[in-house]
């Protein structure tokens, strides 16, 4: 079993900045990626941005050249760098990391952007 744990979410005005971190703990055994994903009230959840254990990395459009998703791999931690946030950045922001073909989730953390 992996367990994540999500910090850095909060409430932050327009074109201001936050950032996440998720740490993974348990039997970490073969993660082939670790990302975040959101759900804003009433939509369906999103991926925002994952990153493999190669380095690899893709970042859904609305969020390209704002955010920017980077990992320690000694730390088994991802980390969700946003900038220049936007009312519609709103929602509850889950840590993903797939391992063994086996998908776990966070608790989530609720990122509020006022206008």
């Known amino acids: 079993q992996v367990q994540l744990v999500e910090s850095g979410g909060g409430l932050v005005q327009a074109g201001g900045s936050l950032r996440l971190s998720c740490a993974a703990s348990?039997?970490?055994?073969?993660?082939?990626?670790m990302g975040w994903y959101r759900q804003a009230p009433g939509k369906q959840r999103e991926l925002v941005a994952v990153?493999?254990?190669?380095?690899?990395?893709n970042l859904v459009g609305s969020v390209k050249g704002r955010f920017t998703i980077s990992r320690d791999g000694a730390k088994n931690t991802v980390y969700l760098q946003m900038n220049s946030l936007k009312p519609e950045d709103t929602a509850v922001y889950y840590c993903?990391?797939?391992?063994?073909?086996?998908?776990?989730w966070g608790q989530g953390t609720q990122v509020t952007v006022s206008s």
């Open positions: 993903h990391v797939l391992q063994l073909g086996v998908g776990y």
């Open positions: 348990g039997t970490i055994f073969g993660i082939y990626s």
């Open positions: 990153m493999t254990t190669g380095g690899s990395t």
